[in-house]
């Protein structure tokens, strides 16, 4: 049978390293301070009992009176770049957009960017079309006007 104090220190270990693998989302800070809490109460010689209650009660303290205020300030509001102001612009189809084919390109601003379809439709060559979203140096378009108009 394990004794209580290296219960507490194995739990600590355990809730750091998943941390750890979870940089930035703070998922079980909280816990690994509420286990070193229980440890302290397990080396003071409290019951079983308290030392889980000294856990959650921390452990959930703490989630709750910080997790707020830290989100607050490691999730700084995004500064924008400069390639956000192509949102909602017009571009025109310079090579036939097919997402099945992985394949299209939009000239906006006299530059020319890999497109796809938004709404998953083909798009022709010469149509002009709206951006809607950037991923990485792909910019996702719906259609405005057709070649026709």
């Known amino acids: 049978m394990i004794d209580m104090t290296t219960f507490w220190v194995i739990l600590f270990v355990i809730l750091l390293i998943a941390e750890a693998i979870t940089a930035g989302a703070l998922i079980s800070i909280w816990f690994c301070i509420g286990s070193l809490a229980a440890l302290a109460a397990s080396a003071a010689g409290?019951?079983?009992?308290?030392?889980?209650?000294?856990?959650?009660?921390?452990?959930?303290?703490?989630?709750?009176?910080?997790?707020?205020?830290?989100?607050?300030?490691?999730?700084?509001k995004q500064e924008p770049t400069n390639l956000d102001r192509l949102l909602g612009k017009e571009a025109v189809v310079t090579e036939d957009i097919c997402n099945l084919k992985e394949t299209g390109a939009v000239r906006v601003e006299g530059k020319t960017w890999t497109a796809r379809s938004s709404s998953n439709i083909d798009i022709p060559k010469g149509d002009v079309v709206r951006i809607d979203r950037m991923e990485g140096v792909k910019l996702f378009v719906s259609t405005l006007k057709s070649r026709g108009n």
């Open 46 to 76: 409290a019951s079983l009992g308290v030392q889980v209650v000294v856990f959650f009660a921390v452990s959930v303290a703490l989630l709750i009176l910080t997790k707020p205020f830290l989100q607050k300030v490691l999730h700084q």
